[in-house]
């Protein structure tokens, strides 16, 4: 069973940068894999920020990116806010079979 | 406007079969690279893929619980029905349907809460 790692959580202070991360127990992630990430606040559905690695939807703030970075698909928030406060999950396929990672709270402090 | 709304029964007993209703809105089923997914959250967890259902019919499971799941569609009536056998408390979840265009998860319906008890 593949397995999707993320950061379990992450401290930022407001204005700061971050990165979260997604590793697949199969090796490295790639273009391929179609990384997905979106953002979920508490009690609400998640909403979707970035799809195909980097590409972002039109109500996705400039400040969040996607990238691969040493084997790993990456979100990288730059400019933090504090409504960035939330969990964040990303999303692997396998072929047309989908694997999430564990989600990462990020909490602005 | 896409609007995909989750139905079904809140509570279901163990062994029981729980059957989730998609009715979406906005979109149609029909276009290339169009599906639906269902994907679901138990209370405090994270997001689990279960399922997948394309414009031309064509079906993916999750491995772990490939067994228990079917998925189908009536593209008509615009709406994707999933259906997962033998539930047990563990399957306990808000149970989200979605959009999926090509490999984007655009939109996804408020979630519906089933709890096994």
């Known amino acids: 069973q593949t397995v999707v790692t993320q950061e379990p959580s992450l401290t930022v202070s407001p204005g700061g940068t971050v990165t979260l991360t997604c590793a697949s127990t199969t090796g490295a992630v790639t273009t391929g894999s179609f990384p997905n990430w979106f953002q979920q606040r508490p009690g609400q559905a998640p909403r979707p920020l970035i799809y195909s690695t980097y590409n972002k939807y039109s109500w996705t703030p400039a400040r969040f990116s996607g990238s691969l970075l040493g084997g790993k698909a990456a979100l990288t928030l730059s400019g933090v806010q504090p409504e960035d406060e939330a969990d964040y999950y990303c999303?692997?396929?396998?072929?047309?079979?989908?694997?999430f990672g564990g989600g990462t709270k990020l909490t602005v402090l | 406007q896409v609007t995909l709304r989750e139905s079904g029964p809140a509570l279901v007993k163990p062994t029981q079969t729980l059957t989730l209703t998609c009715t979406f809105s906005?979109?149609?089923?029909?276009?290339?690279?169009?599906?639906v997914t269902w994907i679901r959250q138990p209370p405090g967890k994270a997001l689990e893929w279960l399922a997948r259902i394309d414009w031309n019919g064509d079906k993916y499971y999750t491995t772990s619980l490939k067994t228990r799941l079917t998925i189908s569609k009536d593209t008509s009536k615009n709406l994707v029905v999933l259906r997962m056998t033998t539930m047990d408390p563990v399957d306990t979840a808000t149970y989200y349907c979605t959009r999926v265009q090509e490999s984007r998860i655009e939109n996804w319906g408020q979630g519906t809460v089933v709890t096994v008890s």
């Open positions: 999303l692997l396929y396998y072929g047309a079979e989908g694997v």
């Open positions: 906005g979109f149609s089923l029909v276009p290339s690279g169009t599906s």
